[in-house]
């Protein structure tokens, strides 16, 4: 288990997110420009290592009803990745013409490899399809199907 001094030190490396000591020395980390009205991502971090991580709609984590994530047991790595996909979930999406190109109204999920390769899930006229940059890369009939495929390639939910 990390130690409290080892959690901040990961937790305060995310330059987005702004510090707020709360009452008995716990601390929260917000993130400002969140598009939700949730802003605080690190929730009640106590000197005994214990505290949460929001990850609302990350589908891999076993959440309270408040979208929360309990970190006392989470390894560096762990928390590293929680904390980068919950800011990256929050941001406002940038995105380049290329995607806009492709995205236009449509709502996106973005899919991640070990290799920083992405792709972006899009329902398009009933179907569900996986673009690679401006190239579509397949199409399935069921959000279920595409998810499965993309799993099964090495891709995580952005």
Do not use: C
């Amino acid at each position: 288990m990390l130690t409290f001094n080892e959690k901040l030190a990961i937790i305060e490396s995310f330059p987005e997110l702004e510090r707020k000591d709360v009452s008995l020395k716990r601390v929260n980390f917000q993130l400002p420009n969140s598009i939700s009205d949730k802003k605080n991502i690190v929730y009640h971090l106590h000197p005994n290592g214990n505290g949460f991580v929001y990850a609302g709609d990350l589908a891999h984590y076993d959440t309270d009803e408040k979208g929360m994530v309990n970190i006392r047991d989470f390894s560096a790595e762990q928390l590293q990745t929680i904390l980068s996909e919950s800011i990256s979930e929050l941001l406002p999406k940038e995105h380049t013409t290329n995607d806009q190109a492709i995205i236009g109204d449509l709502d996106e999920e973005r899919w991640v490899d070990d290799e920083g390769n992405v792709l972006i899930l899009i329902n398009e006229n009933e179907t569900w399809n996986i673009y690679f940059g401006l190239n579509l890369d397949a199409t399935f009939d069921t959000y279920e199907e595409a998810h499965d495929f993309l799993r099964e390639e090495g891709f995580k939910q952005k």
